[in-house]
């Protein structure tokens, strides 16, 4: 019964995530002809970031993100390079905060969190392109960041999905 119900619930994911990339399809098609040729970043991010569509999402997500979370903590800060420490520094104990709060709050992020999750995700993706990347030396930073990239995803997709109707910049 339990692989049977776990079958279910992938099957209604996929049908979800389907019906996300039909929608944004669709959307693509009605906006060329009018020359938007590029797609808003926060709608590509929320389709390609990590996530679990569905109606089961918030709270698969919000349990991943709590083991995420569980596991990245005890990890000590790893050697990174020492032109980008203090910004890593500040950037980790900005999302420990932020992370900290939706999981006390039962998945929901605090006021003000959303600008500040954003800001930080794309600090991180730069990090991790630039600095800890191939070929730097700097393997567990490299590992370390992109655990809290993959948390931190997750939980911008959980509190902030896209939506075709809402207008802010994101």
Known sequence: MALIWALDTLELSRNAWLAEIDAFADR?????????RSPLAR????????????????????????????????????????????????LNATLADCISTYLRNNGTTGSGHKATLLR?????????????????????????HCRLLKVTELLVNDAYPFSAKTQDKG
């Open 28 to 36: 693509r098609r009605l906006e060329k002809p009018k020359h938007r």
């Open 43 to 90: 709608e590509v991010r929320y389709l390609h970031g990590w996530r679990w569509p569905g109606p089961e999402g918030h709270r698969v997500m919000f349990r991943e993100i709590g083991i995420l979370w569980g596991q990245h903590v005890p990890v000590p800060f790893p050697d990174v390079p020492t032109s980008v420490r203090d910004d890593l520094v500040e």
């Open 120 to 144: 930080c995700l794309r600090k991180l993706h730069g990090h991790l392109g630039r600095h800890l990347g191939y070929p730097s030396p700097f393997h567990d930073a490299y590992d370390y």
